[in-house]
Structure formats: C-alpha cells, structure tokens
C-alpha cells in the first residue's frame, strides 16, 4: 500500500503547495486506487506542511511548485516530490502509477512570486 498526497484546488493540481486550499490523499495498490480522503490545508507555515503529510504517511506528493524548504524536508523524511503537476488531481495519480508523471524539479525560490513558479 502507497498513499500519495496531491496539493488541489477544486480537484485539480495547485500551482503552489503551500497554499492549496486541500490535499487530497489517494491510497494505492498495484496501480489501483483504493481510498480517496480530502484534508484541508492547516495553513501555511515554514516546515509544517511536510511534516503534517509525512506523519499521515504519504509517500508521494504531487503539485505544481513547491519551495525549497518543503522539498529539502520531504527529502528528509523519504517522501518522494513530484513538481510540475498541472490538471486533474485523481489523473495526475494515475499518470504517477503508470511511470508517465515525472518532477520537472520547478522549485519556487520567493513565495511573494507564486505565479512564476513553472
């Protein structure tokens, strides 16, 4: 069993991580999605976030940008990032079990500019 996390707004892939106004969590086996659950976003506050997800045991987490504090603490916490996701949240799942969603490694550096994170 995987649990992979996709930072959404309404269903579809954010632009930035840190403010999405949910995570949606998909339970996975052999390419199969098992449980689907939404958390609402506790709120944006440097080094939380990871860790909330990471202590839910997500595996995976999927979103459009992310900045290089959260990544830094995924990669602590052996949660695969996957950035560069655009679409339908439950598709980009699905394309990240079939091997066709790859991390564009698009690392937001200024979270003022949230809009040039592609």
């Not at 954010?14 to 958390?39: D, M, P, Q, Y």
Request: net charge negative; hydrophobic share 40%; aromatic share 6%.
């Amino acid at each position: 069993m995987m649990k992979i996390a996709v930072a959404s707004d309404n269903g579809k892939v954010t632009e930035h991580f840190g403010h999405c106004e949910s995570f949606l969590l998909f339970e996975v086996k052999n390419g199969e999605i098992l449980a689907r659950e939404t958390v609402a976003n506790p709120g944006h506050r440097p080094g939380y976030l990871p860790n909330f997800l990471a202590d839910r045991g997500v595996n995976v987490i999927i979103s459009g940008g992310m900045g290089g504090g959260a990544v830094a603490i995924f990669n602590e916490r052996n949660v695969e990032v996957i950035v560069g996701a655009r679409g339908d949240a439950e598709e980009a799942v699905n394309a990240y079990m079939k091997g066709m969603l790859q991390s564009t490694g698009s690392i937001c550096h200024e979270h003022k500019h949230f809009d040039e994170c592609h």
